[in-house]
């Protein structure tokens, strides 16, 4: 077993395990805390933390799966997303995503949409410049200053904040839709409240649009929070909002090319439910 990389200053494992440090030092950090041997294939989580390294069983000849704990900085959002967002270009593109364009036309025009967690603000631009009026807001001030210029450079007004979905107002009845498109940065004990915010800050016959990936993402590792319990089902989003007229939840497959962020063959969930 691995001790603790002599590459290495005595680094927390989610900083040791950073994509800036070769894939051999990492997982020898990994190795030297999970206690046991990282033989040949490693997957860390595509921001770098190893979430599950998968490891050949020896004897056996099957895929076993390794789970550390959760490293602490994973709760440390704040910082993972400025920095991902501080690269160059956008991380999961300038196009809108595909099923809130599918699901838009569901939209009056006019619609008052709130966009949450919205990034660095390509669905929010795209609704505003169908003549929707967007309010969005992300945890990440570096995204939402890329959102912000986005929406100068496109000519159209959205209304952008600074704000995490726990000190976000919800005010109700508010919006006609609201648009959560891959915000499962949400652990289960935050989901509850995140989706009663959701909802309650829907107009009655309000839309609240949800994509998302479901626990067969791991298999494909090609974007999402890569922990089985961020991930969404059917049954689980029923039982969130048991009070939905659910115009869709369809778990499904799909080829995903949004940026860098959301790339390839995906599991995901799309899910359209109406406040009546
Ligand atoms: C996978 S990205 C999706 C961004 C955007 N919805 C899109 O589809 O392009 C997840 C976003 O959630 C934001 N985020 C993470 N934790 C958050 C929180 N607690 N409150 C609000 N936004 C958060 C991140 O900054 C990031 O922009």
């Not at 704000?163 to 919800?170: L, V």
């Not at 949400?186 to 016959?205: H, Q, V």
Request: proline content about 8%.
């Amino acid at each position: 077993m691995a001790g603790w990389p002599a590459a290495l200053p005595d680094l927390p494992l989610e900083e040791a395990c950073h994509g800036r440090f070769p894939l051999r030092v990492r997982r020898a950090a990994l190795e030297h805390h999970i206690g046991s041997r990282v033989p040949r294939v490693t997957r860390f989580r595509h921001d770098g933390v190893p979430d599950e390294a998968i490891a050949p069983e020896p004897a056996a000849g099957k895929l076993r799966i390794m789970r550390p704990p959760t490293p602490a900085g994973f709760n440390d959002a704040l910082e993972r997303w400025n920095e991902r967002f501080s690269q160059p270009g956008y991380l999961f593109g300038l196009a809108p995503n595909a099923f809130l364009v599918r699901q838009s036309a569901r939209l009056r025009p006019g619609s008052r949409v709130l966009c949450v967690a919205d990034g660095e603000g390509r669905n929010s631009t795209w609704l505003a410049a169908r003549g929707h009026e967007v309010t969005a807001f992300d945890l990440s001030p570096v995204a939402v200053d890329k959102a912000r210029s986005l929406a100068a450079e496109r000519g159209v007004a959205v209304d952008n904040h600074v704000a995490g979905t726990d000190t976000w107002e919800w005010a109700p009845a508010e919006y006609d839709a609201v648009a959560a498109i891959f915000i499962q940065f949400a652990s289960p004990a935050e989901r509850p409240s995140l989706f009663a915010g959701m909802w309650r800050t829907l107009k009655p016959g309000g839309l609240l649009l949800i994509q998302g990936y479901t626990p067969k993402q791991l298999e494909y590792g090609t974007g999402g929070p890569g922990r089985l319990d961020h991930l969404y089902t059917a049954d689980m989003l029923r039982e969130l909002l048991p009070q939905a007229q659910w115009l869709e939840l369809t778990e499904h497959e799909a080829e995903l090319t949004e940026g860098g962020g959301h790339r390839g063959r995906s599991a995901l969930i799309d899910a359209v439910a109406r406040k009546t």
